[in-house]
């Protein structure tokens, strides 16, 4: 075998081994940490409440909804709870008439804000039509 040949060869099984490799490591939902982290916050809504959350520190659900202007009430309240049970979205019930309801990020909402960021900063550096943004 040639030295040529060899180094085709073995580039070929390193390209092979690679494949396998991402293969094992990305193929399945399940064990894909991209997919599960596009899930959390990946839908229309997510992103953006966690981000005015951001800038209120503590909301009610009215300030919420008035903030975010074209969601309806029961796409924020589905969104709203799915943070909450993925833990990035702190609910606090007081007991009142009429009731009042407060939602706050937690720590590890918090947490994700400086990648939220990054993220943000790079797709609008990458549009055509760049959007000034702001972070508190």
């Not at 060869?9 to 193929?27: P, T």
């Not at 720590?107 to 804000?113: E, F, I, M, W, Y």
């Not at 990054?118 to 549009?127: A, E």
Request: some cysteine; overall charge positive.
């Amino acid at each position: 075998m040639t030295f040529e040949t060899n180094v085709k060869v073995r580039n070929a099984i390193n390209q092979w081994n690679m494949d396998e490799n991402i293969l094992k490591k990305y193929g399945s939902i399940e064990e894909c940490p991209v997919r599960n982290v596009l899930d959390r916050i990946g839908d229309k809504w997510s992103l953006l409440v966690l981000m005015v959350l951001e800038e209120g520190v503590v909301l009610r659900f009215n300030e919420l909804n008035r903030y975010i202007t074209n969601i309806s009430q029961k796409m924020l309240t589905v969104t709203l709870k799915s943070l909450e049970a993925d833990g990035l979205v702190k609910r606090t019930v007081f007991l009142q008439i009429p009731p009042k309801v407060e939602y706050e990020l937690t720590p590890t909402g918090k947490s994700l804000l400086p990648h939220l960021h990054s993220l943000t900063i790079k797709t609008i550096s990458t549009t055509r039509h760049p959007v000034p943004i702001s972070f508190s």
